[in-house]
């Protein structure tokens, strides 16, 4: 079942006007779709459509038992086209700057329309996948009951935009790009806290630091299971968030997504800001009633979502708790539209 499988959208027409041949890969976990109440989940920079399983990055959160209960739910992930899981990443070496995270949001809903899926339960998705998911509420506003973006934002800030460059500078003229930008990139991950209280300023070796050793581990790691063309796009798409382009005021297009809006900030993320996460939400709650809020705690910056699993599965439990008169409504409601 959770097999990667393929859609071929001919002559997809980038919001740029360019027109490309792109295939979309995805995989679906635990039930059948057309049969369950379907979350989409939307991968982070480096993520896939592995969301659980044996080469799942996100089993503490996906699967049997798990906040989110393969026993309950449809799960369904696509690929960003060019991340270098779908196998199609030359096709991008060239082109990665024509695409925005509009763009990923209008490919996955040309891929929802394929698999004939007019509603979903919620879309959740974190850091880039979380602009990815915010996107898509912007774009198909009845979409979802519920939207759950995580460590992220409706907007990419200057201080995302300026990192982006730096990434993308590092990747375009390093003599080992993949190498030095993921060194770059763990810098704004984590905070100087987590660095402090796991390194103590202690030597391996006669001449190295600690965290020297670890950054260089991190950037050979992803050396060894990562595209070079695969960072460049999928940095590119973190650029690019932007909800409001072209459509007005953040408010204006906020109060026309009728799901419930549930955001999880992180206090010490220094990527995207708990700041500008809980000025989202007063702005939010200024045009709607179903919009909530909870802040992961943690030293260890954006990256707490990967990390700090018992605490992301309490503040989504609230969404993925389904009461079984409310999942019977649902899924009688999902298989009528489908």
């Not at 919001?15 to 295939?23: D, E, H, P, S, V």
């Not at 989110?68 to 899981?85: E, H, K, M, R, S």
């Not at 600690?210 to 060894?224: R, S």
Request: hydrophobic content about 40%; aromatic content about 12%.
């Amino acid at each position: 079942m959770n097999a990667l499988k393929y859609i071929e959208l001919d002559y997809f027409e980038l919001c740029n006007g360019k027109k490309l041949n792109l295939r979309l890969s995805y995989q679906n976990f635990g039930q059948p779709i057309g049969k369950s109440p379907v979350i989409l989940i939307n991968h982070a920079l480096t993520g896939n459509s592995c969301v659980t399983g044996k080469q799942g990055w996100w089993n503490d959160v996906v699967g049997k038992g798990k906040v989110i209960d393969t026993d309950v739910y449809a799960v369904l992930a696509f690929n960003c086209p060019g991340n270098g899981y779908g196998g199609i990443e030359e096709l991008f070496v060239d082109d990665y700057k024509d695409f925005t995270a509009r763009d990923i949001a209008r490919i996955f809903s040309e891929g929802l329309n394929r698999l004939r899926i007019h509603s979903l339960y919620a879309i959740i998705g974190a850091s880039v996948g979380g602009g990815v998911t915010w996107e898509l509420a912007a774009l198909r506003p009845n979409l979802a009951e519920y939207v759950v973006p995580i460590a992220t934002d409706w907007k990419s800030t200057d201080w995302v935009i300026g990192n982006c460059y730096i990434q993308d500078e590092i990747l375009s003229h390093s003599s080992q790009p993949l190498f030095d930008a993921r060194m770059h990139a763990m810098t704004f991950y984590r905070t100087p806290e987590s660095f402090a209280a796991k390194f103590k300023r202690e030597k391996q070796g006669k001449d190295a630091f600690k965290i020297e050793a670890w950054l260089a581990h991190h950037g050979e790691k992803l050396e060894n299971r990562f595209q070079l063309s695969a960072y460049k796009m999928m940095n590119q798409i973190l650029k690019t968030i932007d909800i409001t382009k072209g459509r007005g005021s953040f408010t204006e297009v906020a109060r026309q997504i009728t799901s419930h809006i549930h955001i999880i900030t992180i206090n010490s993320d220094l990527l995207f800001k708990s700041e500008e996460n809980w000025n989202t939400f007063v702005e939010l709650k200024s045009v709607k009633e179903n919009v909530t809020i909870g802040e992961l705690k943690s030293s260890d910056g954006h990256d707490a979502f990967l990390i700090e699993h018992q605490q992301l599965t309490k503040l989504l439990k609230p969404v993925f708790s389904l009461k079984q008169e409310h999942y019977d409504d649902h899924t009688s409601s999902y298989i009528r539209n489908w």
